[in-house]
């Protein structure tokens, strides 16, 4: 039992994987027919975005502050004052904002994704839709991949900017870097592909969090037991999928030997 029961979760996973695949082609197929509920969009995306802010610019903001002591301290060592706000800019605007915003929302909205939705299979809501000829992939996971591919880039704005402030409190008050000098530094080592980069990473997270979310639901078994299952395996898929997207987009747009600080400095 105890070597038969890995290979059946990892199995069952596997499984759930490829589902969540050919969901996110179905995913695409219905947006191009423009087959959209506007008020369950509204609605999801009044949860995403407004309702995970709080949580996210707290997050931002201390990742921020504790970025800038590592890195503050050591860069006064060096002399390199004027790069401590570009190289905390640019570890925001690539990766830090994008993917730590895609984190809290997989942790709040991936799992309430999950967890409704699982709800509704094992309760045979889902099989009413069927009857209503009411197709669930138009009224409930469109709808949320809408939300989250909109909203995620936008808190990841907004996280980016709530994480500089935090870091130029720090440098300014602990520091005593002088307020333009952290700035303009930013702003030097900084450009528009790196705000791109971050948004594109935004939407794609966004993809990734409410397709696995609501493909796990969609596929839950064994009533409140395999709804909690669910939850958790469709968190922890999303956190990885995450991870691993993050890392080949990384190398699709920031690979070869250019360095933005170097050149700055």
């Known amino acids: 039992m105890s ?12 499984q759930r994987l490829l589902a969540a695949t050919l969901l996110g082609g179905q995913v695409v197929l219905h947006l191009l027919k423009a087959k959209i509920h506007r008020r369950n969009t509204l609605d999801q995306m ?6 995970s802010l709080l949580i ?79 197709d669930p992939i138009d009224y409930l996971v469109i709808p949320r991949v809408i939300a989250c591919c909109s909203m995620l880039p936008i808190l990841t704005i907004m996280s980016l900017i709530t994480g500089m402030a935090g870091g130029l409190l720090i440098a300014t008050t602990f520091y005593n870097i002088p307020q333009n000098v952290f700035l303009d530094s930013a702003r030097n080592f900084t450009s528009i592909w790196d705000l791109c980069s971050g948004a594109i990473k935004a939407v794609v997270f966004g993809g990734l969090i ?12 064994g009533g409140a037991k395999g709804v909690g299952q669910s939850t958790t ?28 600080v170097l050149q700055k400095i």
Request: charge should be neutral; aromatic fraction near 10%.
């Open 3 to 14: 070597e038969t029961t890995p290979r059946s979760g990892l199995g069952l996973w596997s």
């Open 46 to 51: 009044a949860m995403v975005g407004p309702e």
């Open 56 to 134: 996210a610019l707290l997050t931002a903001s201390f990742v921020g502050m504790v970025f800038t002591i590592q890195v503050a301290r050591e860069f006064l060592n060096f002399g390199a004052v004027n790069a401590i706000g570009g190289v905390l800019a640019l570890s925001l605007t690539r990766e830090l904002a994008p993917v730590l915003t895609a984190v809290v929302l997989a942790g709040r909205v991936g799992s309430a994704f999950a967890a409704e939705i699982g709800t509704m299979r094992v309760t045979e809501q889902i099989d009413a839709l069927y009857m209503l000829r009411t």
């Open 210 to 221: 409410s397709v696995i979310g609501c493909s796990w639901g969609l596929t839950t078994t």
């Open 233 to 260: 395996t469709a968190v922890v898929t999303a956190l990885l999928a995450i991870f691993v997207t993050n890392f080949f987009l990384s190398w699709i747009m920031f690979q070869g030997a250019g360095s933005a």
